[in-house]
Nanobody
C-alpha cells in the first residue's frame, strides 16, 4: 500500500502562485497513474489533474487548464502541482491520489490533503 503526503499549501493572494508536492512511500510509484483532486467547503470533491505512470499523458479539468501544471519525478517518488494565476475559487483542500490498483482513483490511495486558501 502506497502512502501519500501532500505539502506546499498555504495562503496566497489572487493572481499568485503555489506549488504543491506529494511524496509517496511504499508500493511502486513509477507504475501508478497519479492525480490531484480538491474539495471546497460544502462542495463535492472534484478532479483537478492527472498524469499517467510515465508522465507522457496529462489531463486537466477545464477550470484549471492553462493555469495549473502537473508533473512527476519517478526517481524521487513525487508528483507536483504548479498552480499559477490563482483565483478565489481555487480555495480548497487539495488531495493527491494514486491509482494504485488500476481500478481508478476512488479505489486507490489518498493523502490527507493540504489546504490552499486564495484571498482577494
Amino acid at each position: 500500500q502506497v502512502q501519500l503526503v501532500e505539502s506546499g499549501g498555504g495562503l496566497v493572494q489572487a493572481g499568485g502562485s503555489l506549488r504543491l508536492s506529494c511524496a509517496a512511500s511504499g508500493g511502486t510509484f513509477s507504475s501508478y497513474d497519479m492525480g490531484w483532486f480538491r474539495q471546497a467547503p460544502g462542495k463535492k470533491r472534484e478532479f483537478v489533474a492527472t498524469i499517467n505512470w510515465s508522465g507522457g499523458n496529462l489531463y486537466y479539468s477545464d477550470s484549471v487548464k492553462g493555469r495549473f501544471t502537473i508533473s512527476r519525478d519517478n526517481a524521487k517518488n513525487t508528483v507536483d502541482l504548479q498552480m499559477n494565476s490563482l483565483k478565489l475559487e481555487d480555495t480548497a483542500v487539495y488531495f493527491c491520489a494514486a491509482d494504485s490498483y488500476g481500478l481508478g482513483y476512488d479505489s486507490g490511495s489518498w493523502g490527507q490533503g493540504t489546504q490552499v486558501t486564495v484571498s482577494s
